[in-house]
């Protein structure tokens, strides 16, 4: 795993043994920041279920303002401060908070935050033929904060599993699904 591009990329990314994270694919990741194309630059990042970092490592290196990742493991979280000295991140431009996705949404909505770009690739969900999913991923369409923490213009992007089919009711309007292997990528804006 891998910064793709800017000016950190090339660099290599640690993960922690085991499968306690799924890193986003390097091609995947591509894929979502060809579409971003110019959001990238300048822009304000929240990352959910950081993990590793990567989404939001690339983000800066691709000359994003600010990111903010949340993960919950203390142990995933210092593997994301390693991976942005890795990348040469200065220590100002990436807030780490260690604490669960649904604590923090409510707080960083509390404290008036927006954000141009979120994104979520959460641990993924059992196939879901003929009941609504209960993932991590439909949970955060579910949350009716969520859509507040995103900036006007601004592009939420979730990742899911092929199998977990979610429903969109609620605040949110797609406007780009890209799919690989297992994995989806859903573009999302807040609906009018």
């Known amino acids: 795993m891998r ?7 090339g660099r290599i990314l640690k993960a922690p043994k085991g ?32 993990g590793t970092g990567a989404l939001s490592l690339e983000c800066l290196s691709r000359g994003a ?26 220590a100002e431009a990436l807030e780490i908070r260690t604490q669960d996705v649904f604590a923090a949404i409510p707080q960083l909505t509390a404290a008036g935050r927006q954000f141009d770009l979120i994104f979520a690739d959460p641990p993924y ?22 859509p507040r923490l995103l900036a006007p213009g601004g592009r939420f992007v979730l990742g899911h599993a092929h199998r977990d089919t979610l429903d969109l009711a609620g605040g949110w309007r797609e406007v780009k699904v890209l799919r690989h292997g297992d994995s989806q990528m859903r573009f999302l804006e807040v609906a009018p």
């Open 3 to 9: 910064i793709i591009g800017g000016r950190s990329g």
């Open 19 to 50: 499968l306690a994270v799924r890193p986003t694919p390097d091609l995947v990741k591509q894929a979502v920041f060809n579409s971003l194309g110019a959001r990238v630059g300048g822009a304000r990042v929240l990352e959910l279920f950081a």
């Open 65 to 90: 303002a600010a990111a903010v990742g949340v993960e919950k493991s203390p142990r995933h979280a210092e593997f994301i401060r390693r991976n942005a000295r890795t990348a040469g991140v200065p």
């Open 125 to 146: 969900g059992e196939k879901n033929v003929g009941h609504r999913s209960t993932s991590l991923a439909q949970q955060l369409l579910d949350d009716l904060t969520l």
